[in-house]
C-alpha cells in the first residue's frame, strides 16, 4: 500500500485527491508480475516537485528509454535495498522492464537513486547490455558484474545535473558495513566472484565522487582490506586489469566482460554473457 492516505492529494500532481486520480490506475499483481503496478506519474511527482536535479534528469533522459517501464511496490527488497530493476527475457529477447520500490510514491530523499535506476536503462539503449543469469536465482551475480562496469559511468553522469552522489555514495557504504558485520568470508566461488564485483565496484565509484567532489574517505574498502584481505586482493587485481582495459564504451565493456566470464565462469554455468 502506498505511504499517502487516500484522501490526500494526488502526488502526480494533478490537482486530485489520490483516491479519485491514480489509485484507479493501479494494477493488481499477476502470476507475470507479481507485485502491485503503479502509475509513472504517480512515483515520480514528489520527486519531481521538490528535486530541480532530478527533474531536469527526468525531462531531459526519460524518454530515451523505448521500452515499457512498470513501476512496482516490493516490500521484500533485502536489507539496505530500496529499488531494484528487475528484466525479464523472453525467447532471448527482453520482455519487460519492472522498477520495484520499496515505497511509492517515491520519497525526495530516493531522487538520485531512481534516476540512477532509469539510467541503467538509458546505457542498455546507448549499447551498454551487460550481462544475465543462467537462471533466475544468480541475478544478483549478474547484475553485480553489470553494475561494477555501468555505475561508475552512471555516477558521472548524474553529478552533471546536481544529484547528490556523494552522500548517496556514503549512505551506501554505510549501509554494506552494517550488512557485512559478523560475515565471514565466502568458501564457494559464486559468493566470492558477487564479493569481488561489490569490491571493485565501490572502488570505482569512490574515484568518481572523489573526482567530482573532492577526496572521500572510503571506509567500506578499508574495512574489507582489513576483514577480508583474500577478497581484497582478488580485487585488486580485477581492478587494475578494468583499468587497463578500459570501460567506457560499450566495445571496452563487451571485451572486458567475455574476459571476466572466461576466468570466473569458464563452464558458463552461472552469467550469460552476450557475445
Given at each position: 500500500?502506498?505511504?499517502?492516505?487516500a484522501?490526500e492529494?494526488?502526488p502526480?500532481?494533478?490537482?486530485?485527491?489520490?483516491?479519485?486520480?491514480?489509485?484507479?490506475?493501479?494494477?493488481k499483481?499477476?502470476?507475470?508480475?507479481p507485485?502491485?503496478?503503479?502509475?509513472?506519474?504517480?512515483?515520480?511527482?514528489?520527486?519531481?516537485?521538490?528535486?530541480?536535479?532530478?527533474?531536469?534528469?527526468?525531462?531531459?533522459?526519460?524518454?530515451?528509454?523505448?521500452e515499457?517501464?512498470?513501476?512496482?511496490?516490493?516490500?521484500?527488497?533485502?536489507f539496505?535495498?530500496?529499488?531494484?530493476?528487475?528484466?525479464?527475457?523472453k525467447?532471448?529477447?527482453l520482455?519487460?522492464?519492472?522498477?520495484r520500490?520499496?515505497?511509492?510514491?517515491?520519497?525526495v530523499?530516493?531522487?538520485?537513486?531512481i534516476?540512477?535506476?532509469?539510467?541503467?536503462?538509458?546505457?542498455?539503449?546507448?549499447?551498454?547490455?551487460?550481462?544475465?543469469?543462467?537462471?533466475?536465482?544468480?541475478?544478483?551475480?549478474?547484475?553485480?558484474?553489470s553494475?561494477?562496469?555501468?555505475?561508475p559511468?552512471?555516477?558521472s553522469?548524474?553529478?552533471t545535473?546536481?544529484?547528490?552522489?556523494?552522500n548517496?555514495?556514503?549512505?551506501?557504504?554505510?549501509?554494506?558495513?552494517?550488512?557485512?558485520?559478523?560475515?565471514?568470508?565466502p568458501?564457494?566461488?559464486?559468493?566470492?566472484?558477487h564479493?569481488?564485483?561489490?569490491?571493485?565496484?565501490?572502488?570505482?565509484?569512490?574515484?568518481?565522487?572523489?573526482?567530482k567532489?573532492?577526496?572521500?574517505?572510503?571506509?567500506?574498502?578499508?574495512?574489507?582490506?582489513?576483514?577480508?584481505?583474500?577478497?581484497?586482493?582478488?580485487?585488486?587485481?580485477?581492478?587494475?586489469?578494468?583499468?587497463?582495459?578500459g570501460?567506457?564504451?560499450?566495445?571496452?565493456?563487451?571485451?572486458?566482460?567475455?574476459?571476466?566470464?572466461?576466468?570466473?565462469d569458464?563452464?558458463?554455468?552461472?552469467?550469460?554473457?552476450?557475445?
Amino acid at each position: 500500500m502506498p505511504w499517502i492516505d487516500a484522501y490526500e492529494q494526488c502526488p502526480c500532481n494533478s490537482g486530485q485527491k489520490y483516491k479519485f486520480c491514480c489509485e484507479k490506475l493501479v494494477q493488481k499483481p499477476t502470476k507475470k508480475v507479481p507485485y502491485t503496478i503503479y502509475p509513472e506519474r504517480f512515483v515520480v511527482g514528489i520527486i519531481c516537485r521538490c528535486s530541480d536535479g532530478f527533474k531536469k534528469y527526468y525531462d531531459e533522459q526519460r524518454h530515451h528509454i523505448r521500452e515499457n517501464v512498470l513501476w512496482a511496490e516490493d516490500k521484500g527488497l533485502a536489507f539496505g535495498i530500496d529499488q531494484r530493476v528487475t528484466k525479464t527475457y523472453k525467447f532471448g529477447k527482453l520482455d519487460s522492464i519492472v522498477i520495484r520500490l520499496r515505497n511509492v510514491p517515491a520519497k525526495v530523499e530516493s531522487a538520485t537513486f531512481i534516476a540512477h535506476e532509469l539510467h541503467h536503462l538509458i546505457l542498455d539503449q546507448r549499447g551498454f547490455i551487460g550481462v544475465a543469469p543462467v537462471r533466475i536465482e544468480f541475478d544478483y551475480i549478474a547484475s553485480s558484474l553489470s553494475s561494477m562496469l555501468t555505475d561508475p559511468i552512471i555516477q558521472s553522469e548524474l553529478s552533471t545535473y546536481g544529484l547528490d552522489i556523494k552522500n548517496d555514495f556514503i549512505a551506501e557504504c554505510e549501509t554494506s558495513l552494517r550488512a557485512l558485520s559478523g560475515l565471514n568470508e565466502p568458501s564457494d566461488q559464486i559468493n566470492r566472484m558477487h564479493w569481488v564485483f561489490n569490491y571493485v565496484s565501490n572502488i570505482l565509484e569512490w574515484e568518481v565522487v572523489c573526482e567530482k567532489h573532492g577526496y572521500v574517505e572510503n571506509e567500506l574498502v578499508k574495512y574489507f582490506d582489513s576483514m577480508f584481505p583474500v577478497i581484497a586482493e582478488e580485487g585488486k587485481q580485477l581492478y587494475e586489469q578494468i583499468k587497463t582495459y578500459g570501460f567506457e564504451t560499450p566495445q571496452k565493456q563487451k571485451a572486458l566482460i567475455k574476459d571476466i566470464v572466461g576466468r570466473y565462469d569458464p563452464k558458463g554455468k552461472v552469467i550469460k554473457a552476450p557475445f
